[in-house]
């Protein structure tokens, strides 16, 4: 369980970082639209994946034995 719970929260952080990025300089060039999704929709996609990164590790950490 820990082994899946750490590659979802690699591989979704990955992602969500990608996506940021992706949205950001989409919109630093001046794009409003990717693929038919608005960059603001992209980016906030990312923060998302990012977030459920951040909640896997937080239950990795939680689910720790105490020392």
Not at 20 to 31: N, P, T
Not at 45 to 57: D, E, K, N, R, T
Request: with cysteine.
């Amino acid at each position: 369980m820990t082994a899946l719970l750490r590659w979802i929260g690699r591989l979704s952080g990955l992602a969500g970082v990608l996506a940021c990025a992706v949205a950001v300089l989409a919109r630093m060039a001046g794009s409003y639209v990717i693929g038919g999704f608005q960059v603001g929709t992209l980016l906030l996609a990312g923060i998302a994946a990012m977030l459920v990164a951040c909640l896997s590790y937080l239950v990795l950490l939680a689910e720790r034995p105490s020392e």
